[in-house]
């Protein structure tokens, strides 16, 4: 694990750091590693442009995969 020091912290964000973790009856440290934590999780504009940038290198194709899993799934073979 990696220390972080955060200066110049303004008082009313220390004061409501402090409010929220008595409220949940947790420590600030834990409120500020949250709070860390969702601001670098991607958002979900991020995820749709990541899934459309992985859909485009792949080419298009006009089979229907639901008839191959059914097909596979019913065939009797153990394995082919």
């Known amino acids: ?7 110049n912290v303004e008082d009313e964000v ?7 973790a008595a409220a949940q009856g947790t420590s600030v440290n834990e409120i500020a590693r ?9 958002s979900k504009a991020e995820v749709m442009a990541e ?3 992985v859909r485009g290198m792949s080419r298009y194709s006009p089979v ?16 082919r």
């Not at 220390?14 to 929220?20: G, H, I, N, Q």
């Not at 949250?34 to 991607?42: C, D, G, S």
């Not at 229907?64 to 394995?79: C, M, V």
């Open 34 to 42: 949250q709070a860390l934590r969702n601001e670098v999780r991607p």
């Open 1 to 7: 694990m990696v220390d972080i020091l955060v200066r």
């Open 14 to 20: 220390a004061r409501d750091l402090k409010a929220k």
């Open 51 to 53: 899934l459309d940038r």
């Open 64 to 79: 229907d995969s639901t008839t191959l899993i059914r097909e596979d799934r019913d065939n009797d073979e153990p394995y």
